[in-house]
């Protein structure tokens, strides 16, 4: 983890208003590359309001700074081209397509030529075609998805599997920033390890991880900083210990899971 140069995101005074309901109000953090950032809260704290926020999903108020870079402003889709990704809590997958070609789905130019270069270099678009195949497959394994299931529908996996193939989704061809909701859901056992395992491999490669988690021995166990949410406000921001250790954290989320 590197926490001496810029932050590789960082979000101040994010705020999100339904009309009269405030779901998030003045929240600010940053997460640097290498680093995994928690964000951890009781059901209704805000977290997910957090991520549509960052993501510029919803209307809201504050900045949003990728690096030095301020992109307040930038869309959706331009946010993903310049690196930030997200995998959303409910694994959402192309059924009609295999495990491999749903991950050669996502990573466009890299795989997809275009009407033109298919039509009048055909030889040319294969080649890009297999060896995006080759690339898809390898990340798969990277991402704990056997090649067993290379060939298979994503609803034909395990569960466990499902959710690795979600990040590897997320993450497609790269990421500077990786955004995960709830990943650990529905875990335990050996895909609970690997999931530990993909998140220090990531952290080793540069990439930011910011992470929604109920989790809570997982977000402890992984995480660099934590960031607190409660009624949509930010409760607490430190390392695990400190979180563990303040006592407005113990009174209004890890006291009630207790």
């Keep these: 983890m590197n926490t001496t140069g810029s932050p590789a995101l960082r979000v101040d005074g994010l705020g999100v208003r339904y009309g009269a309901l405030v779901a998030l109000d003045g929240v600010s953090w940053d997460v640097h590359p290498g680093e995994l950032l928690g964000i951890i809260g009781p059901n209704g704290a805000g977290k997910s309001s957090c991520y549509d926020a960052v993501t510029a999903l919803v209307q809201r108020s504050g900045r949003v700074m990728l690096a030095d870079r301020d992109v307040t402003q930038v869309p959706p889709h331009g946010l993903a081209a310049l690196g930030v990704k997200r995998a959303f809590q409910q694994n959402a997958f192309f059924d009609d397509l295999s495990v491999l070609d749903n991950l050669v789905a996502v990573l466009g130019k890299r795989a997809h030529p275009g009407l ?47 959710r690795m193939l979600s990040i590897a989704l997320a993450y497609g061809g790269g990421a500077t920033v990786l955004l995960l909701d709830e990943p650990a859901a529905g875990l335990g056992g050996e895909d609970m390890a690997g999931l530990v395992q993909l998140l220090g491999e990531l952290k080793k490669e540069g ?52």
């Design 116 to 162: 033109l270069g298919s039509v009048f270099n055909p030889a040319g678009a294969a080649r890009r075609r297999a060896n995006a195949s080759a690339y898809a497959a390898e990340q798969l394994l990277r991402f704990g998805v056997s090649s067993d299931y290379h060939g298979m529908s994503p609803k034909e996996i395990p569960y466990g599997v499902q």
């Design 207 to 258: 990439v930011a991880l910011v992470v929604i988690e109920h989790h809570m021995e997982l977000i402890m166990a992984v995480a660099d900083r934590i960031c607190v949410l409660d009624l949509g406000r930010q409760l607490a921001y430190g390392t695990p210990a400190q979180v563990r250790a303040d006592p407005r954290v113990l009174e209004a989320y890890l006291g009630k899971a207790a």
